[in-house]
């Protein structure tokens, strides 16, 4: 099975999200004292929460667009081969010429 980008990128996403949480603890101790804003209040936990679900929504939503282009072109071939061999493609091979049935009855059948 391959993935194509937008999955790579959504396990990518998935996968820095998990790195930011687990060192979420080091890099809030380390911002207020690296920056010039020493009560800087940082939410990395909320981040990377946010960054995990976005990551698993994309690489959802390029499961579901191949999935859909697999279905069409499986329905295209489907229809193609339906129209092959369907009655329009044999002709009138009958010599009869097809009746309208009105209120019910052919020829004094009901």
Known sequence: MTFDRLTWLGLLAIALGWALLLAAPNIVA???????????????????????????????LSALQSGFETLKRSIEAGAGRAGRFGPAAKGRSSSQPKKIVERGRIKNRA
């Open 30 to 60: 380390f911002v207020p004292s690296a920056t010039a804003w020493p009560n800087a209040h940082i939410e990395m936990a909320a981040m990377a929460g946010c960054m995990i679900l976005s990551g698993f929504g994309l690489a959802l």
